[in-house]
């Protein structure tokens, strides 16, 4: 009961405790500078305590417009969680039979992951400014003059941006399903199956239940991986930058604490999104027990 800790405990122990402060050392400091006083800088020690530089974030930050660049990540964020849940599902449930070429099609998918990310940015930015030339060709040869004028670029957020993002969101996703379906238990589907069920009354009442909380999880993973992404989607934005890219872009003029009170707001975002997740991933895991004890 009272047996003494040896040497390699305590060593292991002080180990992980430097790893977690050089983790989250530097969110908990932002988070900490941002509630300093009026004359408060970027470093310590702190001058005040207030809520002072939330609100000249709120007021806008120079010519920058924080809140709109806020809803853009948002409501992006959202497209990519929705797109990435359906596609990792519904390729999920293909990849339970034999495939011709699945192996490929699997590699080729998860090897965006390896691939460095302004490569890719720089590729899906090639591949559009190449639609464009094409479509103002065409849109001069088939005598749309108005049309060719007036076109700029097909390159924006729900567009090259979206593409970007779910080159980076899709295999993560595909993962997780996967590992989710290698361990699925057939058994309940075929008694479904064998009860009368259609496929599609098979998969929204037995499977979907039993898969939902991996479900909840693969959509939070492309929303917090949307949220904060740069590389991918810094050569393929378009015209309207991101939060994360207008915050990239305001660290370098920006020499007040209100940089860190966005980065806080940010990270609360973030925070709630995953504790609205957990929830839902344990809503999730009740109703599939009680579906079971039935």
Not at 71 to 97: C, D, H, N, P, Y
Not at 224 to 245: H, V, Y
Request: hydrophobic residues 50%.
């Amino acid at each position: 009961m009272h047996e003494k800790r040896s040497f390699g405990f305590y060593a292991l122990a002080t180990f992980f405790g430097l790893f977690l402060l050089f983790l989250y050392g530097p969110t908990i400091t932002i988070f900490v500078l941002s509630f300093q006083g009026p004359d408060g800088g970027l470093t310590f020690p702190m001058n005040g305590v207030s809520l002072h530089w939330f609100h000249k974030l709120m007021e806008g930050i120079g010519v920058v417009d924080i809140g709109s660049a806020f809803v853009r990540s948002l409501k992006l964020g959202l497209v990519v969680t929705l797109l990435t849940v359906l596609l990792s599902v519904s390729a999920a449930l293909a990849f339970r039979k034999a495939l011709k070429g699945g192996n490929v099609l699997f590699y080729v998918v998860v090897a965006s992951l390896i691939m460095p990310s302004i490569i890719v940015s720089l590729g899906v930015g090639l591949s559009f400014r190449l639609l464009d030339t094409a479509l103002k060709w065409f849109f001069e040869v088939a005598g749309w003059q108005g049309m060719s004028e007036s076109f700029a670029t097909t390159m924006g957020l729900y567009t090259s941006a979206l593409g970007a993002q779910l080159t980076w969101t899709l295999p993560f996703g595909l993962l997780v399903m996967f590992a989710v379906f290698n361990r699925f238990n057939a058994a309940y589907e075929e008694a479904a199956l064998d009860l009368g069920a259609t496929p599609w009354q098979s998969f929204c009442h037995v499977v979907l239940p039993l898969i939902l909380p991996s479900v909840v999880g693969v959509g939070m993973f492309g929303f917090t991986l949307s949220w904060d992404e740069i590389a991918r989607s810094s050569q393929a934005i378009g015209d309207l930058n991101t939060l994360p890219l207008e915050l990239q872009g305001l660290t370098t003029t920006v020499t007040t604490p209100v940089i860190y009170a966005l980065g806080t707001l940010t990270t609360v975002i973030s925070f709630i999104v995953v504790a609205v997740t957990l929830c839902l991933m344990s809503l999730g895991r009740r109703r599939a027990r009680g579906k079971l004890k039935r």
